[in-house]
């Protein structure tokens, strides 16, 4: 489907089953590093922890069960191959929920052993930080990242593969999280993200006048905390029977004080490292005033912004399967054949280049 860039031309070809199962999503995806993506297949467990306003571990590993092996079958007929035909089977291997990983990591493991290939476990954010590089042929290193989801908000300056240098992060809660408790706050649904952007289309993001934590501090860091015991307050003065103009209102003036933060710390990265590409990942990168913000800083920098394409925000199988075959063909990784798989569930991406250097 897509042309991949290939790190070498002469790198053999490589066709990886990709498995992602880190939190709320069942993602598996077929990746051919000469023909693009094969198949791919996304289980979205939204509706099963919605009445509970965010997700329970014990339900999302249990689901994850259920679905993963369904959706094998259906990644593998859309790729037209058997198990055996492929060269590597990789999963998540962090970070994320423990047994939700396990599942995932669990499954990839009996799945290679079946067939004799080998097993990798991928970096969850690193899989986020290289899909718009999936996407986008002639994309490539080096480049500043804003990865923002729901547990993550930091600024790197990715240098190669494997060679991610942290420029900044969040100091507190993470963009997602921000998004996701003010809509809680609103009594809004789960997840709170794009239930916030959309109640926010009908507002007037000048209507409430809302913090903008660290925006002219000198770091590149964040801290989102502060924003919403600012929305708490705001919500607590509106009372119970809020006007839905006025609920509209601060959602609006919510995600604008979040993106504008973003966009404002993402410019300066750029500017400090003197680069002139930035790309975007995970969740929050979805949000579309997010993308208006960036586009024209980036504009006003003659920088260039690159996001993955919106099914490929969220937690997917694509990027675990292309995260994975780079890796395996620049020589950055080692697959495994003896299946002692094992989850990382805290896993520090700066870490990343030490623990899986070439060997
Ligand atoms: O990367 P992701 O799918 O999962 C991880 O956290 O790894 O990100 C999920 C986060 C959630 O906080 C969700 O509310 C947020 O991304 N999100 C959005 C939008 N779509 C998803 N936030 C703002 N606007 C959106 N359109
Ligand atoms: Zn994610």
């Known amino acids: 489907m897509t042309d991949a860039v290939l790190p070498r031309a002469a790198a053999p070809r490589l066709r990886v089953l990709g498995i992602e199962t880190s939190c709320d999503e069942t993602g598996l995806a077929v990746y051919d590093s000469r023909d693009g993506l094969l198949g791919q297949a996304l289980h979205s467990q939204i509706a099963l922890h919605r009445d509970y306003g965010g997700v329970v571990p014990e339900l999302a590993s249990r689901d994850h069960i259920a679905r993963v092996l369904p959706l094998l079958d259906d990644v593998l007929d859309q790729a037209r191959l058997e198990l055996r035909d492929l060269d590597a089977v990789a999963y998540t291997r962090g970070p994320g929920l423990a047994g939700a990983l396990l599942v995932?990591?669990?499954?990839?493991?009996?799945?290679?052993?079946?067939?004799?290939?080998?097993?990798?476990?991928?970096?969850?954010l690193e899989g986020h930080l290289l899909s718009p590089l999936l996407a986008q042929p002639g994309l490539d290193f080096p480049f500043v990242a804003l990865l923002v989801s729901g547990g993550h908000t930091m600024l790197l300056q990715a240098n190669a593969l494997g060679c991610y240098e942290?420029?900044?992060?969040?100091?507190?809660?993470?963009?997602?999280?921000a998004f996701d408790k003010?809509?809680?706050?609103?009594?809004?649904?789960?997840p709170g993200g794009p239930e916030l952007a959309r109640l926010a289309a009908g507002g007037h993001a000048g209507a409430f006048d809302l913090p903008r934590p660290k925006l002219h501090s000198e770091d590149l860091d964040f801290s989102f905390a502060g924003l919403k015991t600012a929305v708490l307050t705001r919500v607590r003065q509106l009372g119970e029977d809020a006007p839905a103009q006025a609920r509209a209102d601060l959602a609006a003036?919510?995600?604008?004080?979040?993106?504008?933060?973003?966009?404002?710390?993402?410019?300066?990265?750029?500017?400090?490292?003197?680069?002139?590409?930035?790309?975007?990942?995970?969740?929050?990168?979805?949000?579309?005033?997010?993308?208006?913000?960036?586009?024209?800083?980036?504009?006003?920098?003659?920088?260039?912004?690159?996001?993955?394409?919106?099914?490929?925000?969220?937690?997917?199988?694509?990027?675990i399967a292309y995260a994975a075959c780079r890796?395996?063909?620049?020589?950055?990784?080692r697959a495994s054949r003896d299946y002692a798989f094992d989850i990382q569930p805290r896993w520090d991406l700066a870490e990343l280049s030490a623990a899986d250097g070439a060997s």
């Open 182 to 190: 003010s809509a809680k706050l609103l009594g809004l649904g789960y």
């Open 104 to 124: 995932g990591a669990g499954v990839a493991a009996a799945l290679a052993m079946s067939a004799g290939l080998p097993l990798l476990g991928v970096h969850h």
């Open 253 to 319: 003036a919510t995600q604008e004080a979040i993106t504008e933060v973003l966009a404002a710390k993402a410019a300066a990265a750029l500017r400090r490292s003197g680069m002139r590409t930035l790309v975007v990942a995970g969740g929050v990168g979805a949000n579309l005033r997010l993308r208006e913000k960036l586009d024209a800083a980036c504009a006003a920098l003659g920088a260039r912004v690159h996001y993955p394409p919106l099914q490929w925000c969220t937690d997917n199988g694509p990027m």
């Open 166 to 177: 942290l420029l900044g992060e969040t100091v507190d809660d993470a963009a997602g999280e």
């Open 327 to 333: 890796r395996l063909q620049a020589g950055l990784a």
